[in-house]
């Protein structure tokens, strides 16, 4: 895997990976979500995943990413990480540090152009 000068792992269109997360709860841990931003300034793009857990004391949970059409060049950093017992409570990790890259071209990924909005 490739790595830009900052430590961030990079990504080209095919590949695919994983972001192994180590959680635990007294209660159990049912749920995980996460959020990522892409940074480009012409990017609107989030990524969501989600898994479900069987509620163990103390789990890892594995989000899976593969890199297409779907996912645009640029940089990626984690939203959030949200955490949910079986007990219903959840816990919210805000900007927790995780980011990778997707490199490629986005000429040919990018969708029409908004020109002008007006009230009529």
Avoid at 102 to 117: C, H, I, N, T, Y
């Amino acid at each position: 895997m490739e790595h830009t000068e900052n430590g961030v792992p990079v990504f080209d269109h095919g590949d695919a990976f994983r972001i192994e997360l180590e959680v635990s709860d007294e209660s159990g841990v049912s749920r995980v979500e996460a959020r990522f931003r892409n940074e480009e300034p012409e990017s609107a793009k989030s990524v969501y995943r989600a898994v479900d857990l069987d509620g163990a004391t103390d789990a890892v949970a594995v989000l899976e990413f593969y890199v297409d059409e779907s996912l645009p060049p640029g940089n990626y950093a984690c939203e959030y990480i949200a955490l949910t017992d079986k007990l219903g409570n959840q816990s919210m990790f805000a900007a927790p540090g995780i980011e990778f890259r997707v490199e490629g071209s986005a000429a040919d990924r990018q969708g029409p152009e908004l020109r002008k909005w007006s009230f009529a």
